[in-house]
């Protein structure tokens, strides 16, 4: 009842209905503080910076409430090659290897911003749903690439209580190119992290709005894929 009273309205209340609904969530929320909780739960992003030693760019996690289902969140991301029409900066994204159904290797060609050329890459995406199936999550790890020494994440989509999905971006990319420990090239890098999740939550609103055949397409591939 302490974080109640130190919170107060309407945030505060969907913080305690969260807080103590377990059973209707995992337990990703649990890791922000009781004052990102009530960002998280009035519709603002909330991100976590980790410095990595020897790496030029931080390790990210943004959380982001988005009105959806995690299954339509997680069916529009886990769509790949859709990822290069509305992803910045992401000019090719298709996949070149089926592993198993719920595992495929991906390549992307990335234009680097400010006219630094591209970068090609390749990540192997793996799909799982948990929490008796109404959590999902992809995880990725770089295969190969031009340059990039390093890069891994994840994606999870967990139910919230008070309606919509807590969706969380994990990234750790650790360039390997000239000048990309210059601060405005970091400050950068962070920016397109974020514009991704942006992105991401304004393509699944477009598709619930204008292109439900699309997404109940991709909600049947993702079934597919964690069945």
């Not at 709005?209 to 993702?222: H, M, N, R």
Request: include cysteine; aromatic fraction near 10%; proline fraction near 4%.
């Amino acid at each position: 009842m302490k974080m109640e009273l130190s919170l107060g309205g309407f945030a505060s209340i969907c913080v305690v209905i969260l807080s103590h609904s377990s059973s209707l969530f995992a337990n990703t929320f649990q890791e922000l503080s009781p004052e990102d909780q009530a960002k998280v739960a009035s519709g603002q992003m909330v991100t976590i910076y980790t410095d990595v030693t020897g790496a030029p760019w931080p390790k990210m996690k943004v959380y982001q409430r988005i009105d959806a289902t995690p299954e339509e969140v997680m069916a529009v991301f886990s769509d790949y090659p859709l990822q290069s029409t509305y992803v910045p900066y992401v000019k090719v994204a298709k996949i070149s290897q089926v592993i198993d159904k719920s595992t495929a290797l991906v390549d992307y060609t990335y234009n680097l911003p400010m006219g630094f050329g591209i970068e090609n890459y390749t990540v192997r995406d793996h799909i799982e749903a948990y929490d008796e199936g109404k959590s999902f999550t992809v995880n990725w790890v770089l295969v190969k690439a031009d340059t990039t020494k390093r890069s891994e994440g994840e994606v999870r989509c967990e139910p919230l209580a008070g309606g919509g999905t807590l969706y969380t971006y994990d990234s750790f990319i650790w360039p390997n190119r000239w000048g990309t420990d210059l601060k405005w090239v970091i400050e950068r890098a962070k920016q397109a992290v974020l514009d991704t999740v942006t992105a991401t939550a304004k393509q699944i609103q477009t598709e619930k709005t204008s292109s439900p055949e699309i997404l109940q397409k991709q909600i049947q591939d993702l079934h597919n894929a964690v069945s």
